[in-house]
């Protein structure tokens, strides 16, 4: 059996992914299937300077412009909220470059790229954009990660705080971890979480298993490859108006997540 244990509320959306470049955008192709003609191929995050924006890697870029969508659509100041950051893998592709220049050059490593290989990367850009002291947390739990960062982030609200930010985001990979972690294109989603209000009220249920899953919607099928998918029942459930969504929590525990409108 499982047990309700934690609840939130949802303030504000924000999504990206390619073909689907805004919360806006999947909702209307969640519903009616419709794709935009002229989606942009990359994101691009307003928090960062220009020169800073062609920099980023593209981790950075999805998690940063969902990010902020979800702090304007919630009308909150992303100085004044908590965080957490989860991602499967961080990037995959700067992980891949410094693992071959390791074996063929040591000391040619780029400083700019072994400062974006760490895992909280994401989650260091936004608190420098964001003009930020509130806490940031970032983790990782594979396939579980977006369920294991919404537990984090709901535990956070019952505990110490009254609302959040919770941002789950990954991108392509490449090399021999490619064949080993697949992941592809870009996914971002984020949520503003609070403890009070009107928007959609979260019910969390940890479980171990065992409960039916829905098919697939448009979103997950679009997105189907990306390390981040496991979100996307959620923002399916979210998007088409369904009560309930399953959410793989790792080693076989589930999250069963209600939604009260």
């Known amino acids: 059996m499982s047990q309700i244990v934690l609840s939130a509320r949802i303030a504000g959306i924000g999504f990206w992914c390619r073909g ?3 919360w806006d955008a999947a909702l209307a192709h969640a519903q009616g299937g419709n794709l935009p003609a002229d989606a942009p191929n990359k994101p691009s995050p307003q928090l960062l300077a220009p020169n800073e924006r062609r ?5 950075v870029a999805v998690a940063l412009e969902v990010a902020l969508a979800a702090c304007s659509a919630a009308q909150r100041d992303p100085r ?3 965080s957490v950051f989860t991602s499967t893998h961080g990037d995959l592709a700067i992980t891949d470059y410094m693992c071959r220049q390791l074996a063929d050059d040591p000391a040619g490593i780029s400083p700019i790229r072994f400062h974006n290989s760490v895992h909280n990367a994401a989650a260091g850009y936004w608190t420098i954009g964001a003009e930020t002291h509130a806490p940031a947390t970032a983790l990782s739990a594979f396939h579980g990660s977006f369920a294991q960062g919404l537990l984090e982030a709901l535990t956070q609200l019952a505990t110490d ?3 959040l930010l919770l941002v789950g985001y990954d991108s392509q990979s490449t090399g ?3 064949r080993v972690s697949h992941s592809q294109g870009l996914l971002g989603g984020a949520l503003v979480l609070t403890t009070q209000g009107d928007g959609p009220l979260l019910r969390i249920s940890v479980g171990t298993g065992g409960q039916d899953r ?3 919607g448009r979103l997950e099928h679009h997105a189907a490859g990306n390390a981040m998918a496991p979100m996307l029942p959620l923002f399916d459930a979210l998007a088409s108006g369904a009560a309930q969504c399953h959410l793989d929590a790792g080693n076989g525990a589930q999250l069963h997540v209600e939604i009260v409108r």
Do not use: I, K, V, W
């Open 20 to 22: 689907l470049p805004s």
């Open 55 to 59: 920099r980023a890697p593209e981790t």
């Open 80 to 82: 004044t909220l908590p």
């Open 161 to 163: 705080t009254d609302e």
């Open 176 to 178: 021999p971890l490619g």
């Open 214 to 216: 829905a098919p697939a």
